[in-house]
């Protein structure tokens, strides 16, 4: 049975746009995958482990290979459950919007919670980082109301999609799909190229 999971970086409700495409997303899906079980993990609802002074310890020495304090283990063991809750699913749905050229810090503060070695990662001198969820894939719902890759600078860069794709790619989900709507603000054709937005989406869905 397929497991897919959409993780939503949008707290902006019926509002949100990347909720909105997400949504068209899974109804497609849902029709071609009959069986499969998905599940949402709303990241402005759901609590992170914390990670400050001793979760960077706890990471660094489970890196190098040091024996951890009880209250570096007891971290770790928090950041474990958070990433085998993540790694439990087949299938992927992210949706991402800009903030700030970026994304909110909740996704932010989830990719540096699970990206841990011998989790999402392992590393050795003569091969550097290899990704160790090769067995995923991923849809990915990037929106943005201004940015857009053919207009100037001015309108902002892009460390959103250009960021999360790699960091995908780091953790060895290679197959991947994305859904695009940008620039809506400044859009005089908003309402067409959303529809054609959520027409795409489904579609993917259904093919996913």
Same mark, same amino acid.
């Given at each position: 049975?397929?497991?897919?999971?959409?993780?939503?970086?949008?707290?902006?409700?019926?509002?949100?746009?990347?909720?909105?495409?997400?949504?068209?997303?899974?109804?497609?899906?849902?029709?071609?995958?009959?069986?499969?079980?998905?599940?949402?993990?709303?990241?402005?609802?759901?609590?992170?482990?914390?990670?400050?002074?001793?979760?960077?310890?706890?990471?660094?020495?489970?890196?190098?290979?040091?024996?951890?304090?009880?209250?570096?283990?007891?971290?770790?063991?928090? +950041?474990?459950?958070?990433?085998?809750?993540?790694?439990?699913?087949?299938?992927?749905?992210?949706?991402?919007?800009?903030?700030?050229?970026?994304?909110?810090?909740?996704?932010?503060?989830?990719?540096? +919670? +699970?990206?841990?070695?011998?989790?999402?990662?392992?590393?050795?001198?003569?091969?550097?980082?290899?990704?160790?969820?090769?067995?995923?894939?991923?849809?990915?719902?990037?929106?943005?109301?201004?940015?857009?890759?053919?207009?100037?600078?001015?309108?902002?860069?892009?460390?959103?999609?250009?960021?999360?794709?790699?960091?995908?790619?780091?953790?060895?989900?290679?197959?991947?799909?994305?859904?695009?709507?940008?620039?809506?603000?400044?859009?005089?054709?908003?309402?067409?190229?959303?529809?054609?937005?959520?027409?795409?989406?489904?579609?993917?869905?259904?093919?996913?």
């Amino acid at each position: 049975m397929t497991r897919l999971l959409h993780l939503s970086a949008s707290p902006r409700g019926e509002q949100s746009e990347s909720l909105a495409l997400g949504k068209s997303f899974l109804t497609g899906y849902r029709q071609t995958h009959l069986d499969a079980v998905i599940d949402e993990w709303d990241l402005w609802d759901t609590p992170l482990p914390y990670l400050g002074a001793t979760a960077a310890r706890a990471k660094m020495n489970a890196l190098a290979g040091f024996e951890l304090s009880d209250e570096e283990q007891a971290t770790r063991l928090d +950041v474990r459950a958070t990433f085998d809750r993540f790694n439990s699913y087949d299938h992927y749905l992210f949706t991402v919007p800009m903030w700030n050229h970026g994304f909110p810090y909740v996704l932010k503060h989830f990719i540096d +919670v +699970v990206s841990q070695n011998d989790m999402l990662f392992s590393i050795t001198p003569e091969d550097g980082y290899r990704g160790l969820l090769t067995d995923k894939k991923a849809a990915v719902v990037y929106t943005a109301a201004v940015y857009h890759p053919d207009s100037p600078d001015k309108f902002g860069v892009d460390h959103q999609a250009a960021y999360f794709d790699y960091w995908l790619n780091f953790a060895g989900i290679t197959d991947t799909a994305r859904i695009t709507f940008l620039a809506n603000l400044f859009d005089p054709n908003a309402a067409e190229t959303r529809t054609r937005a959520h027409e795409s989406a489904t579609a993917l869905g259904k093919g996913f």
